[in-house]
């Protein structure tokens, strides 16, 4: 294992050490074991001969047989450069109750994995089993500790899957045993049953729960073994697990260009927006016309608009500008809602303003997300204030319009699907490459072939660096894009003696929440201010109870500080929601804990 394996393998650790704290009990998930009998013959050439006798509950859960993990190396404690190496031999399994006892076994880099049983017969209730095995490495001449000749043993490893209950373990050696040790629990910290009588030592549990080892120690006087040694091997280097070779490189090399190759492919097929050909940008096929749909190239020439998408609001068109509803694009529709007449906005300029809501004479139709988000922010009141809006009681509004706009220009045909949504798959599918690549480069390590790991990591770096351009807009959508570059160009172009008026209209209320979203808010209320002050223009702001507009500095900034108030307001809000609801063996001693050698683990299958 390398030092880039053993951090990797830290890391994953780690990881499902957390999630496994963290998750709620569930139902056993692996056959239980109700009884864990071993018995251990020690000879002098310190073979550690092994007699495992247990029973394994199928009437908890229906399975095939135990699966029992046996570790073939462990890691020095102390001693990060080097693993301790164990042998195994004589594996025997057979069953006093008639249960099927083929076993299947598969040698991996760091263990033996014993598979018992047939994949075609399930067992349905209590099978006995007995599992026979020869290895040797548990064995520390002369620890430098106690002076003893230490068998130290992880009996039940970290790694079981399965209740076990009623553990016991009889340990006989070639000589009267010294002393005794037993503990269990996630750290080997917590002492259980242990007991000597002439060459034999006694221990024993009454339960562990699924992943919680026990380790026994029996310790014998010292050279009762002879002085063996326990064998040990030097961890393959960083260069060795990622060793060029003209194979690797080769294979390597190919792989990376195939990973470029594919994220090439995948941008061009699927992270383009979809735009009519043949047509002038912005414009769209007669009605009846199917017309002709391809994919972008390049940057389409942006014409000066008069008016945003017809049928569009101020919300709807920022979302669709940069393909993400946020604070901005919420706030500009209740800005747009008071425009209409549906609320009155009175603001000190600053950080606080109160919402009241009215009664218009003339009710325009309403999209199904501004409706909710009015009935969200008032929830039935004649008025809100700013700290009311960052209570708890308002810390889904902000997710909700959202949501609701994501809906609203899907619905209008302007993107397939949620662009949030659209962005998630490849997001989760580099993920998964990076994850991959990260268990392959450990898994490769041995064989130093960790090299074929890199092109499948950087494939899904380059998934979640392209996430961004799956969010895709239409053919319709992109059509409506450039309409709406076209209005945006002319809200940040447009001088007093170019503006176009529209007989009736307000244009400056009517197209101030689209310089909301725009950014150019402060430069549309200063233009009007200007054609106040000339007497060219009076506009109507009658929906806002505040600065003048036609102090144009001081109505710019409180436009300006109404936005990234709402913002911030909807921003507490969900933050006080949020807040309201939310074994290496080393080389001391075995009788001081912290866990013994070999150990594994297992569970039904």
């Not at 998750?23 to 074991?33: E, G, L, Q």
């Not at 073979?47 to 095939?64: I, Y």
């Not at 503990?183 to 339960?207: K, M, N, W």
């Amino acid at each position: 294992m390398t030092k880039l394996r053993a951090g990797l393998a830290a890391l994953l650790l780690a990881l499902v050490s957390v999630w496994f704290v963290a998750m709620p009990a569930k139902a056993d998930t692996d056959a239980p074991i109700t009884r864990y009998d071993v018995a251990v013959n020690l000879t002098p050439e310190g073979v550690a001969e092994m007699k495992v006798d247990f029973t394994m509950d199928f009437s908890v859960v229906r399975g095939r047989g135990p699966i029992v993990i046996l570790p073939t190396v462990q890691d020095d404690g102390a001693n990060p450069d080097e693993q301790y190496v164990f042998k195994y031999s004589n594996f025997n399994v057979t069953s006093t109750s008639g249960a099927n006892t083929t076993v299947s076994k598969e040698s991996q880099s760091e263990g033996i994995e014993l598979r018992i049983g047939d994949a075609d017969i399930f067992n349905n209730g209590p099978e006995d089993y007995t599992l026979t095995y020869d290895v040797t490495g548990f064995i520390v001449s002369e620890q430098k500790d106690s002076g003893l000749d230490e068998f130290s043993w992880n009996a039940i490893g970290p790694a079981w899957e399965s209740r076990i209950s009623n553990v016991t373990v009889e340990v006989t050696g070639p000589a009267d045993v010294q002393k005794t040790a037993c503990f269990y629990g996630r750290g080997y910290t917590t002492p259980c049953d242990a007991s000597e009588s002439g060459t034999s030592a006694s221990f024993s549990v009454d339960a562990l729960s699924p992943r919680e080892p026990m380790q026994i120690v029996a310790g014998f006087p010292a050279g009762t073994f002879g002085g063996v040694e326990q064998h040990k091997r030097k961890k393959p280097s960083i260069g060795n697990a990622f060793a060029l070779t003209p194979l690797t490189g080769g294979v390597a090399g190919a792989g990376l260009v195939a990973a470029l190759g594919g994220l090439v492919a995948i941008r061009r097929r699927h992270a383009r927006d979809d735009v009519y050909l043949g047509l002038t940008p912005g414009l769209t096929p007669g009605k009846g016309e199917p017309g002709n749909i391809g994919q972008a190239s390049g940057k389409a020439p942006v014409t000066v608009q008069f008016n945003p998408p017809k049928g569009s609001t101020p919300g709807e068109i920022g979302t669709l500008m940069d393909t993400t509803a946020d604070n901005v694009d919420v706030s500009a529709t209740l800005v747009d809602l008071a425009v209409r007449g549906y609320l009155r906005i009175e603001s000190n300029g600053g950080n606080e303003f109160v919402l009241y809501a009215t009664n218009p004479r003339q009710r325009d139709k309403l999209e199904p997300f501004e409706s909710k988000l009015l009935a969200d922010v008032f929830q039935g009141q004649p008025a809100v204030s700013a700290g009311e809006l960052r209570g708890v009681d308002h810390q889904h509004d902000l997710s909700t319009a959202r949501t609701g706009l994501y809906n609203s220009v899907v619905s209008k045909g302007w993107f397939k699907a949620n662009p949030t949504t659209a962005q998630a798959v490849p997001m989760t599918l580099g993920g998964l490459c990076i994850i991959v690549a990260g268990v392959a480069a450990i898994g490769l390590s041995m064989s130093g072939w960790s090299l074929l790991a890199i092109p499948l990591a950087i494939f899904g770096i380059g998934l979640i660096v392209l996430s961004g351009k799956f969010r895709k807009r239409t053919a319709l959508g992109s059509a409506n894009l450039a309409q709406a570059k076209g209005f945006e160009l002319y809200l940040r172009t447009a001088e007093k003696d170019t503006l176009r008026f529209e007989e009736g209209e307000d244009i400056f209320s009517k197209y101030l929440p689209y310089a909301m979203v725009f950014g150019v808010a402060d430069r549309w209320s200063k233009l009007f201010a200007q054609l106040g002050a000339d007497g060219i223009y009076r506009a109507d702001t009658s929906w806002y109870i505040g600065a003048d507009l036609y102090h144009g500095f001081a109505f710019a900034s409180a436009m300006n500080n109404l936005t990234s108030t709402m913002s911030s307001s909807f921003d507490a809000a969900r933050a006080a929601g949020m807040t309201a609801s939310t074994g290496s063996s080393s080389g001391f001693s075995g009788f001081s804990g912290g866990g013994g050698f070999g150990g594994g683990g297992g569970g039904s299958w």
